[in-house]
């Protein structure tokens, strides 16, 4: 049997071998996914995100328990950018995720490296769709850090939750700044210390300022007490009304988002690295101004692509 | 006399004026930072960065009390990606900054908006410019939230300092993970906890594991307790030193990166939104894969630029 039918029927270990092109961005990797394409659609994309300390990893692996209990499958690929020093923190997660490490029903990947085809984006979407072509019920993408890139991955997902957790600091307002709009859904972990109904408020009271949302479309919220299991059903039932809610609109704009990520780092694999090291050399020597520089690299792209 | 020789001769009106051009990203705003090029390169443009928090926004009102101190002047630029949730933190820093507001010598702008001409991180770096420019011997760069593009914009700086603080949480290994290799410096605040020498140590051994890394080139480290001043100066000097230390390379390394944020912006701003929603809309409906899109855009840029 073909690897590709292996993979539409659930093989674990077919889905363990595509796993590993997609990993390491090849262009067998691409082939499969382009072929698979018209089978994905059917697995549920949630992106888990949020600040560091906000029990992330131990959120995941409370949803893979509950998805388990449920007699559904999943796969969960945690983004974690290319780094010396990021080694620790994968770690840390795996021994977490220890839990279902004997389960087929839970498929776990990382994404770390960039590949040479590719950006880290890509190479989590491909890893997305190749989870979902494989007929697993949800597709969880968990970023690691906060690098520069791990939360436009999330914004991936078809629906986003992020985490908070009470007493962050003084200016917990800072990071809400940053990522509050990106929440389809908000989970307010370690929900058992005594300033969890403040953020609760807190959030209210920052979505109430937003002009899009009126009352019907604010992110739903949930409070959770990850490292005991508690309200993690619950939390999983609210990311299901949110998908069941998302419209032909909304599943146009997640391909929106995507394509121009993928587009973005297309057009950086193809620009030759001199050109770009010759011009960044005649700017810091102040031979041409940075906007002459930026044009004629547009230059070089026109006669590239 | 003209608006260009005006801001060259320090005038802090004609700097407000040239200011308000940029914020907007007009026009006008880049001939002016077009003209002004070959008279920067003079001040020194720091980057400030860390998780909420962190206290950022104490250190930056601290830093330039030390820098006022001196007889030199700075300019402070606020980044906060636009979002109708940001207000509040943005309203909350310039609160903080009250205590230079009298002075012209520290002159605070934020950046909030993407522009039509350009981005966040274009419109960031023109901004900086303008303030080197107009002989402001420090220009910070802070970012306010923890949004996709703040983190990139904090390494348009010629030097960039990562805040941390003692006691975030137990997965402090998480934060550290995306953001370790940005910092040229590390500035732990609130240096008065009981922590703050184990986050040291752990630093210190994050640092060792780096490939790169040798002794004389890991990332200086100073403590700090930014709401009482202490260990402000020390810092400073710190960052002064590692401007020394930086070559013709390093200058050349910033503007490779600067350049291909810049090209990114471009090209975004160039694609006609209608044909990503095309294509976003096949795909959503399966008539066309991911890649196929992706090219047909290629073809697309490739035809207008």
Do not use: C
């Given at each position: 049997?073909?690897?590709?039918?292996?993979?539409?029927?659930?093989?674990?270990?077919?889905?363990?071998?595509?796993?590993?092109?997609?990993?390491?961005?090849?262009?067998?990797?691409?082939?499969?996914?382009?072929?698979?394409?018209?089978?994905?659609?059917?697995?549920?994309?949630?992106?888990?995100?949020?600040?560091?300390?906000?029990?992330?990893?131990?959120?995941?692996?409370?949803?893979?328990?509950?998805?388990?209990?449920?007699?559904?499958?999943?796969?969960?690929?945690?983004?974690?950018?290319?780094?010396?020093?990021?080694?620790?923190?994968?770690?840390?997660?795996?021994?977490?995720?220890?839990?279902?490490?004997?389960?087929?029903?839970?498929?776990?990947?990382?994404?770390?490296?960039?590949?040479?085809?590719?950006?880290?984006?890509?190479?989590?979407?491909?890893?997305?769709?190749?989870?979902?072509?494989?007929?697993?019920?949800?597709?969880?993408?968990?970023?690691?850090?906060?690098?520069?890139?791990?939360?436009?991955?999330?914004?991936?997902?078809d629906v986003t939750v992020l985490v908070l957790t009470p007493g962050v600091g003084d200016d917990v307002q800072a990071i809400k700044a940053g990522i509050m709009e990106i929440a389809d859904v908000f989970a307010i972990n370690k929900a058992d210390m005594p300033d969890a109904a403040r953020l609760e408020q807190e959030i209210r009271a920052m979505q109430s300022l937003g002009e899009e949302t009126d009352r019907a479309d604010a992110a739903p919220l949930r409070r959770v007490v990850a490292s005991k299991g508690q309200g993690v059903e619950e939390l999983l039932e609210v990311i299901e009304q949110v998908f069941e809610k998302r419209t032909r609109g909304s599943r146009q704009r997640a391909w929106r988002e995507r394509l121009q990520e993928m587009l973005r780092e297309r057009l950086l694999a193809v620009l030759p690295p001199h050109a770009i090291e010759e011009h960044a050399k005649r700017v810091a020597e102040k031979l041409e101004d940075p906007y002459t520089a930026v044009d004629a690299l547009v230059g070089v792209l026109a006669r590239l692509t």
């Open positions: 049997m073909k690897l590709v039918e292996r993979i539409l029927a659930g093989d674990v270990r077919a889905l363990a071998r595509a796993a590993t092109f997609v990993e390491a961005q090849t262009a067998t990797g691409r082939e499969l996914i382009s072929e698979l394409f018209s089978r994905t659609g059917r697995g549920k994309i949630i992106g888990i995100t949020g600040p560091p300390g906000a029990g992330k990893s131990t959120l995941v692996s409370q949803l893979a328990r509950v998805i388990r209990g449920r007699g559904q499958t999943l796969g969960i690929i945690a983004v974690d950018p290319s780094s010396p020093y990021s080694r620790g923190a994968l770690l840390g997660d795996r021994i977490r995720m220890q839990e279902h490490h004997a389960d087929p029903g839970v498929f776990v990947r990382s994404m770390a490296t960039r590949g040479t085809l590719g950006g880290l984006a890509q190479g989590t979407l491909e890893m997305a769709l190749l989870f979902d072509a494989s007929g697993r019920d949800f597709v969880i993408i968990e970023t690691v850090g906060v690098g520069q890139d791990e939360i436009d991955i999330t914004r991936l997902a």
